[in-house]
DNA sequence: CTGAAAGCGCTTACAG
DNA sequence: CTGAAAGCGCTTACAG
């Protein structure tokens, strides 16, 4: 047939056999940090890749606000046009996983529900990796540890927020909440907050920060108040883009592996479509890289 | 109808009235630089938001080689799947375009073509802006000035060497072919490309660099020379991603303004698939942002 | 102007 | 096992 160049018409066929081999991905809205970080096109070629060999395409979600993710959701399922659904994030309460949830539609999250367990997920144990970096900076001699978290909003914030308190709780630190500041994914965002932290009457002696970018913003702030990194305050973050490797002072940063999360939120969803699997979930192994930030 | 439940089936809509409001989005290949670059994201949030305005969805390719490319292409426009295609990069006899141009299948380049002038494209002035750039730096007095491109396979590569050698020949400096290297988009590549540079009899006393990421390893190169930036050396580099803003030293880079040339791109698209529009370019102005790696 | 029929290009289930 | 018919869920062109 293809010698007589004949090629088959994919609408025509997604609509006799009800099968679009097309998987919905829905975008952090752009107010969102998640399409500056690097984080995004690392998970997304990890997707496409096994998407790839899988003979799906992907179909983007083109939305600007985050009250227009659920739309575009209802908008692909309604109207047919994918056999499943990647979520990029995840939030508290989130409506897109309640919606997906109860329309019994195949989907998958990148990050995790505190409400449903019985959903395919993929994640990395953020609670764990806060944990172990804490622990870590009171090894060192830390005792006043803040944290600068992203949107409360998001699982990933409560999971890390519990990691952090954990790992002081257990060692008799008290959790002082005036070192806890929420922020947004952004540099200007993690400079605002460092400086209400360096504000304070007893400065911090680390700070552990949601992402490089905020980072950046933090060792800004720290170096206008003539302090020294990691002597006087250590530093650090998430995520291990190559801002951590060239920032000054180099950042240590947890390597949250996005390609390996993004191929297997992909691989565990096109199970679920074509095997008909259970909800299956995943856990991705992070990876503290530890640079001059911290002693 | 909607309070009823009732949605229209997308998929048979699209057979019915041959339009699927569908653009495909021709990604470069992973082993290509875009990826890792923060040009693309910001690309793409341009495409997505006004495809997002005028109702249309993006089918992205899911290609992991360069030759999957046009493969893409070709299941897209065959199997009906969209209305319009945008490519995000150009080359040099570029064989996605040709077929594109051959199909008469509605189309726009993000970057330009060296073969043909009346298809749908938005680019900067990549020659004038390497241009200036080099213009610059012999203002401030450097002569031996070395410019380490991308891959030669790419109009942007062709259309600076161009800018390039033109302020030289203008100024009376002397091409010399073995300050042009050419590497790929990525840290390890400025490295090398620096290293075989510095390690000529006479070394350059300033260095143009295809994009930031390169421009670090570059940085890195000199440091290790023990040389000073940009009093032995200057660097000016391109896309002016936050790397620019926090290398040591800061990087005067070129702001290319990728969500303009996003937007422009799908706005184009758009206008000569609804429209019918003529083909038409766009030129999308850039700025030199000036910083510490040049005098 | 309205409504029923034909058609988009496939797949599927069924008659032979 | 093969081949023609019915059906997927819309839109469009046409008869009334």
Redesign the interface.
């Known amino acids: 047939m293809n010698i007589l160049g004949y090629?088959?018409?994919?609408?025509?066929r997604?609509?006799a056999n009800r099968k679009?081999n097309?998987i919905g991905?829905i975008?952090p809205s752009?107010s969102d940090m998640l399409?500056?970080n690097?984080f995004?096109?690392e998970a997304l070629?990890g997707i496409?890749?096994v998407?790839?060999e899988n003979s799906?395409?992907?179909?983007?979600?083109?939305?600007?606000k985050h009250k227009?993710e659920l739309e575009s959701i209802?908008k692909f399922i309604?109207?047919?046009?994918v056999d499943g659904i990647i979520l990029m994030s995840s939030r508290v309460k989130d409506e897109c996983i309640e919606f997906l949830k109860q329309s019994k539609f195949p989907f998958v999250v990148i990050g995790s529900s505190l409400e449903y367990n019985d959903i395919n997920f993929v994640d990395n144990d953020n609670e764990k990796a806060t944990y172990d970096i804490t622990n870590y900076l009171i090894q060192k001699g830390c005792s006043n540890i803040a944290l600068i978290a992203g949107s409360i909003d998001l699982v990933v914030t409560i999971n890390r927020l519990s990691g952090y308190k954990k790992a002081l709780q257990e060692n008799d630190i008290q959790i002082n909440n005036e070192y806890i500041v929420v922020g947004e994914f952004l540099?200007e965002s993690g400079y605002i907050s460092a400086k209400r932290l360096l504000s304070l009457e007893n400065i911090p002696d680390a700070i552990i920060v949601a992402d490089d970018?905020m980072a950046?913003g933090v060792i800004k702030a720290i170096k206008e108040k003539n302090l020294k990194i990691p002597e006087d305050i250590s530093i650090a973050s998430f995520n291990n883009s190559?801002?951590a490797k060239?920032?000054?002072p180099t950042l240590t940063s947890v390597d949250v592996n996005p390609l390996k999360l993004g191929m297997s939120a992909a691989s565990i969803l096109i199970n679920s479509i074509d095997k008909n699997d259970k909800s299956k979930s995943l856990v991705v192994d992070y990876e503290i890289i530890f640079r001059d930030s911290t002693k």
Do not use: C, H
């Open positions: 090629y088959p018409n994919v609408i025509a997604s609509l679009t097309t991905l975008m752009f399409f500056i690097p995004f096109p070629r496409s890749s998407l790839s799906y395409d992907i179909l983007m979600s083109t939305n600007s227009e209802q309604r109207g047919k046009r540099e970018i950046l190559i801002l060239t920032s000054t």
